[in-house]
């Protein structure tokens, strides 16, 4: 089972240290098989697309100016066609450091990009995740957010063994609830309470026409959107694997 920490880190209270959290969890009974470190990656923050155009010397590029919240908006040109003006997205500014590269400032066709919009293989994620091209974000994520800490991308990812008769600890909050009680901190629970509204609203109308059914339950969704799921959980669903 793979075990993001940044992910674990909602529910309790964990040592900065991944192998002193292996070492627990070993104690426990649930020993780790390895711990993944996740590559350094900085500069990299959430920018605003305030305006994309044409660039004026190459048929194949685009020019976006980037609102990364403090300070002047960048200039940063690109190939991708996944782009458009209002979308929130991922920017690696002069001096990132990438996994595979590190961002400087460079002329395209003429025309001085200050840094690079990115990808989400290039922060180190399974691409088959994410959308073609550069990553988007939500655009509640406020421009100039430090997008590694935000989503706790330098974290180590484990992966724990639990064996078949533990299905209680088959769960991020399963492994939490373990750790909290070895280290006697509180366990941060989620909130399961149903924001539906119990007296009112459309009714489900079921027969039962089979005599072996003895009851049946129902219970009717309304206002559900289908969409792309948040960047959140689609990073920690890629994490985990």
């Known amino acids: 089972m793979r ?45 605003r697309i305030a305006e994309l155009g044409n660039h004026p010397n190459a048929d194949r590029l685009l020019v976006g100016r980037i609102d990364i919240g403090d300070g002047a908006p960048l200039t940063i040109a690109t190939a991708a066609t996944n782009v458009t003006a209002g979308q929130t997205i991922a920017v690696a500014t002069i001096g990132a450091r990438l996994p595979q ?6 002329k395209m ?36 957010t430090d997008v590694v800490e935000y989503f706790r991308l330098s974290d180590a990812v484990l992966d724990v063994e639990v064996t ?9 909050i399963g492994l939490a609830r373990e750790l ?37 339950a129902s219970q009717v969704f309304t206002g559900v959107k289908s969409g792309l799921s948040p960047a959140w959980m689609r990073i920690r669903l890629a994490l985990a694997g």
């Open 3 to 47: 075990v993001p920490l940044g992910w674990l880190r909602d529910y309790v209270e964990l040592p900065a240290d991944p192998h002193a959290v292996a070492e627990m969890l070993a104690q426990l009974g649930f020993p780790v098989a390895s711990v993944e470190a996740r590559p350094v990656i900085t500069g990299v923050i959430a920018g």
């Open 101 to 106: 590269l590190t961002i400087e400032r460079r």
């Open 109 to 144: 066709r003429g025309l001085e990009s200050e840094g690079m919009m990115i990808s989400a293989d290039e922060l180190a994620l399974p691409a088959e995740w994410f959308e073609d091209g550069i990553m988007q974000f939500e655009e509640t994520l406020a421009p100039g």
């Open 164 to 172: 078949s008769n533990r299905v209680d600890a088959m769960s991020m």
């Open 180 to 216: 909290a009680a070895f280290q006697n901190v509180p366990l941060r629970t989620l909130d399961l309470s149903n924001p539906g509204d119990h007296a009112g609203g459309p009714k489900a109308e079921v027969t039962i026409e089979s005599p072996d059914c003895r009851q049946f």
